[in-house]
């Protein structure tokens, strides 16, 4: 029997196993931003520990920036000490930093990538639960707390439950107007908000191996939401042609080398997996979350489902709060706000696919619209092909880079009980920073389609 | 590094209703803004309680409760410690409950708030029981895995050996990483990506 990638990562990583029946896994890429890391470095210095690895550790600030006047000190002074505390902190530690200044800076999920910093078979952490996301690159990235960001500072290692393996095996083409996004969702709504606990989801089949690096990252990102503490591709050639040339990956003769190694990572043809799932892509929607979890999401042609027995209250307490009613389609559902970002939907194609829809149209008057690219080179990218125009011209507002309207951290927020139709990922009662503000989550093009609209729409007939 | 010794916890319990619920409602982001955890514990729940004034964290009755009796998937999504934190600041020692979310879970043990699940049935009965009677003493025992109430007991499950980390004050996870650092070494020597292509 052959080994998937996460055994043959986990083995290479295993420093030793531990009294508490977890394993000590050694940590090669440790990244880390303003929000769950003061108290780490707070724990080292009450120790009189340091960073063992202060150049596998790389720091950059994304959750509480403002994305509009980034002018110091901020107007929230909260906001501020954080941010002052991370550059002390990375000063005192000798960290590198990509602080507002450095065209590096973005959101974690994103750079990491994008910078050549996200390798397949490496072993990632961050204190940050979609740090899933660089799995799309073949690495083993795990989401961790801020107990555990003092752990991996302190000892460039984690003390880690084993996981299994479940393969998603997603098959089939995907019709236009259907994103990465949609498939996600449907994956999540299948196999439920908790039916990943334990597990690290290994994304395969025809339709994951056509995709781009972006439309994994979109997948892998997610996979936290239905519960995976890991999500990840197989490397391949669309891999190791992303990561040719990037600032952090190897270079001439030892990138050759590496791409083999790289390549002899992924998991074999006849690897043993915990459990293997299909999914028929031919058939997924264009999805739109309708409830308070990742989960409660319908094909946009599709009703709002009704409360039934059995479900322990749990849509009827989701279409309480959203202020839906069972059994009407999400179509036509009315927004207030359209919000184009986050790490799972803020790279430059996901820009492209917003900004072709919204191309020559206008925002609907009632819609405040935002576009927020996640990082500052995407920003420059986009700029450089006048997609910052095109959402002006449309009436979105263009933005800063950073975490923006996908958690109540910075500036950009709902107001009272505002709809918002979001490329983000979380749809909690209260993410988007207003305890009774709700979410719709959707592809970028379906959330500019709903922004011209004004309600929710089938991205389908919008642009045919 | 030895910790504090966990085993025995005693106290009344406080009950949430209600599947995944996720750590934005058990501490909203905006009290993330923060560089300490202090003066989380004020804020547990802080939006539920204010969209539910019958919230049970606002109900006087259950003040000083140290068990928190939940359901499934409870703390699922965002990866902060601030709710564990924000939990054991309030007063909670114990969880019991049908699931945990992973990372919730993990975060927990870190800083030695324990969690224990049992199955659907014992857990209805509990929160049956306690919303009943909230002035009800129960006492979890690590070492037996029993939860006892009012005579009477049930059984809850947790792993051995984080029950074992948690009995010997072994659960504070970076000096058991730190033991032996020269294996850390030995595997950043070994590790390509490291060692160089
Ligand atoms: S964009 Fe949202 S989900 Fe992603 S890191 Fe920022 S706050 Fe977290």
Same mark, same amino acid.
């Given at each position: 029997?052959g080994k998937t990638l996460l055994k043959k990562v986990?083995?290479?990583?295993?420093?030793?196993?531990?009294?508490?029946?977890? !394993?000590?896994?050694?940590?090669?890429?440790?990244?880390?931003?303003?929000?769950?890391?003061?108290?780490?470095?707070?724990?080292? %210095?009450?120790?009189?520990?340091?960073?063992?690895?202060?150049?596998?550790?790389?720091?950059? !600030?994304?959750?509480?920036?403002?994305?509009?006047?980034?002018?110091?000190?901020?107007?929230?002074?909260?906001?501020?000490?954080?941010?002052?505390?991370?550059?002390?902190?990375?000063?005192?530690?000798?960290?590198?930093?990509?602080?507002?200044?450095?065209?590096?800076?973005?959101?974690?999920?994103?750079?990491?990538?994008?910078?050549?910093? !996200?390798?397949p078979?490496?072993?990632?952490?961050?204190?940050?639960s979609h740090t899933s996301t660089h799995g799309a690159l073949g690495a083993v990235a795990l989401g961790?707390?801020?107990?555990?960001?003092?752990?991996?500072?302190?000892?460039?290692?984690?003390?880690?439950?084993?996981l299994k393996v479940r393969r998603i095996a997603v098959n089939g083409s995907l019709?236009?107007?259907v994103f990465a996004k949609d498939v996600i969702l449907e994956i999540i709504n299948r196999m439920g908000v908790k039916g990943g606990v334990g597990q690290a989801y290994e994304y395969g089949g025809t339709t994951i191996d056509r995709m781009s690096i972006d439309e994994r990252l979109t997948v892998c990102n997610m996979s936290i939401e239905g519960g995976a503490r890991v999500g990840y591709v197989n490397p391949d050639?669309t891999t190791?042609?992303?990561?040719?040339?990037?600032?952090?990956?190897?270079?001439?003769?030892?990138?050759?080398?590496?791409?083999?190694?790289?390549?002899?990572?992924a998991s074999d043809a006849d690897a043993d997996y915990d459990d293997v799932v299909e999914i028929d892509a031919t058939t997924i929607e264009?999805r739109?979350?309708?409830?308070?979890?990742p989960g409660?999401s319908?094909g946009?042609?599709?009703?709002?489902?009704?409360?039934?027995?059995?479900?322990?209250?749990?849509?009827?307490?989701?279409?309480?709060?959203?202020?839906?009613?069972?059994?009407?389609?999400?179509?036509?559902?009315?927004?207030?706000?359209?919000?184009?970002?986050?790490?799972t939907?803020?790279?430059?194609?996901?820009?492209?696919?917003?900004?072709?829809?919204?191309?020559? %149209?206008?925002?609907?008057?009632?819609?405040?619209?935002?576009?927020?690219?996640?990082?500052?080179?995407?920003?420059?990218?986009?700029?450089?092909?006048?997609?910052?125009?095109?959402? %002006?011209?449309?009436?979105?507002?263009?933005?800063?880079?950073?975490?923006?309207?996908?958690?109540?951290?910075?500036?950009?927020?709902?107001?009272?009980?505002?709809?918002?139709?979001?490329?983000?990922n979380?749809?909690?009662?209260?993410?988007?920073?207003?305890? !009774?503000?709700?979410?719709?989550?959707?592809s970028?093009?379906?959330?500019?389609?709903?922004?011209?609209?004004?309600?929710?729409?089938?991205?389908?007939?919008?642009?045919? | 590094?030895? +910790?504090?010794?966990?085993?025995?916890?005693?106290?009344?319990?406080?009950?949430?209703?209600?599947?995944?619920?996720?750590?934005?409602?058990?501490? &909203?982001?905006?009290?993330?803004?923060?560089?300490?955890?202090?003066?989380?514990?004020?804020?547990?729940?802080?939006?539920?309680?204010?969209?539910?004034?019958?919230?049970?964290?606002?109900?006087?009755?259950?003040?000083?409760?140290?068990?928190?009796?939940?359901?499934? =998937?409870?703390?699922?999504?965002?990866?902060?410690?601030?709710?564990?934190?924000?939990?054991?600041?309030?007063?909670?020692?114990?969880?019991?409950?049908?699931?945990?979310?992973e990372?919730?879970?993990? =975060?927990?043990?870190?800083?030695?708030?324990?969690?224990? +699940?049992?199955?659907?049935?014992?857990?209805?009965?509990?929160?049956?029981?306690?919303?009943?009677?909230?002035?009800? +003493?129960?006492?979890?025992?690590? +070492?037996?895995?029993?939860?006892?109430?009012?005579?009477?007991?049930?059984?809850?499950?947790?792993?051995? &050996?984080?029950?074992?980390?948690?009995?010997?004050?072994?659960?504070?996870?970076?000096?058991?990483?730190?033991?032996?650092?020269?294996?850390?070494?030995?595997?950043?020597?070994?590790? &390509?990506?490291?060692?160089?292509?």
């Amino acid at each position: 029997m052959g080994k998937t990638l996460l055994k043959k990562v986990w083995d290479l990583h295993t420093v030793r196993p531990l009294s508490t029946g977890q !394993t000590q896994l050694f940590i090669g890429l440790h990244l880390i931003h303003e929000v769950t890391t003061p108290q780490a470095f707070d724990m080292l %210095r009450a120790r009189d520990t340091g960073v063992a690895f202060p150049h596998r550790t790389f720091a950059t !600030t994304d959750h509480i920036i403002p994305t509009l006047d980034q002018t110091r000190p901020f107007a929230d002074p909260l906001a501020e000490a954080m941010l002052s505390a991370l550059e002390k902190n990375c000063d005192e530690f000798g960290i590198p930093f990509w602080n507002l200044d450095s065209d590096r800076q973005g959101i974690v999920h994103v750079i990491g990538p994008e910078l050549g910093l !996200t390798q397949p078979g490496m072993t990632i952490a961050c204190g940050d639960s979609h740090t899933s996301t660089h799995g799309a690159l073949g690495a083993v990235a795990l989401g961790i707390g801020t107990s555990q960001v003092r752990d991996v500072l302190a000892s460039q290692s984690l003390a880690i439950d084993p996981l299994k393996v479940r393969r998603i095996a997603v098959n089939g083409s995907l019709v236009p107007g259907v994103f990465a996004k949609d498939v996600i969702l449907e994956i999540i709504n299948r196999m439920g908000v908790k039916g990943g606990v334990g597990q690290a989801y290994e994304y395969g089949g025809t339709t994951i191996d056509r995709m781009s690096i972006d439309e994994r990252l979109t997948v892998c990102n997610m996979s936290i939401e239905g519960g995976a503490r890991v999500g990840y591709v197989n490397p391949d050639d669309t891999t190791f042609d992303y990561l040719r040339g990037r600032p952090f990956a190897p270079e001439g003769d030892a990138f050759e080398r590496a791409v083999n190694w790289w390549r002899s990572m992924a998991s074999d043809a006849d690897a043993d997996y915990d459990d293997v799932v299909e999914i028929d892509a031919t058939t997924i929607e264009p999805r739109v979350t309708w409830g308070i979890n990742p989960g409660q999401s319908v094909g946009v042609s599709e009703r709002i489902p009704s409360a039934a027995s059995g479900d322990n209250g749990a849509v009827a307490e989701a279409l309480d709060f959203m202020g839906l009613t069972g059994g009407a389609p999400i179509k036509g559902t009315r927004i207030d706000v359209a919000f184009v970002g986050s790490c799972t939907n803020s790279r430059l194609s996901d820009l492209r696919e917003a900004a072709r829809v919204v191309e020559g %149209r206008s925002v609907a008057q009632h819609v405040t619209a935002l576009a927020v690219p996640g990082s500052q080179s995407v920003r420059v990218a986009a700029e450089r092909e006048g997609l910052d125009q095109v959402f %002006r011209n449309a009436g979105f507002e263009w933005r800063g880079a950073g975490c923006s309207m996908c958690l109540a951290m910075n500036p950009d927020r709902l107001d009272g009980d505002q709809v918002c139709a979001s490329s983000s990922n979380r749809n909690f009662k209260g993410r988007q920073g207003s305890p !009774t503000g709700r979410t719709l989550l959707m592809s970028p093009a379906m959330v500019a389609a709903a922004a011209v609209a004004g309600e929710v729409t089938d991205v389908r007939d919008a642009v045919s | 590094m030895s +910790t504090r010794q966990i085993d025995r916890i005693e106290g009344t319990a406080i009950v949430v209703r209600g599947d995944n619920i996720d750590t934005d409602r058990i501490i &909203p982001a905006r009290f993330l803004k923060a560089v300490t955890f202090d003066g989380l514990g004020d804020h547990v729940f802080e939006d539920d309680r204010a969209a539910m004034p019958a919230h049970p964290f606002s109900n006087p009755v259950y003040t000083g409760a140290r068990i928190l009796i939940v359901n499934e =998937n409870f703390g699922s999504g965002s990866s902060r410690e601030h709710a564990p934190q924000a939990l054991k600041r309030w007063g909670i020692e114990a969880c019991v409950g049908e699931s945990f979310s992973e990372i919730f879970r993990g =975060n927990a043990l870190a800083i030695g708030l324990a969690c224990v +699940t049992a199955s659907h049935e014992v857990i209805v009965q509990l929160m049956t029981m306690v919303e009943d009677a909230p002035s009800s +003493t129960l006492t979890l025992s690590l +070492t037996d895995r029993v939860l006892t109430a009012d005579g009477s007991s049930v059984d809850v499950t947790m792993e051995g &050996p984080v029950r074992d980390a948690l009995r010997t004050g072994t659960w504070d996870a970076t000096g058991l990483l730190l033991d032996d650092f020269d294996v850390v070494r030995g595997v950043a020597a070994r590790v &390509p990506y490291i060692r160089g292509f």
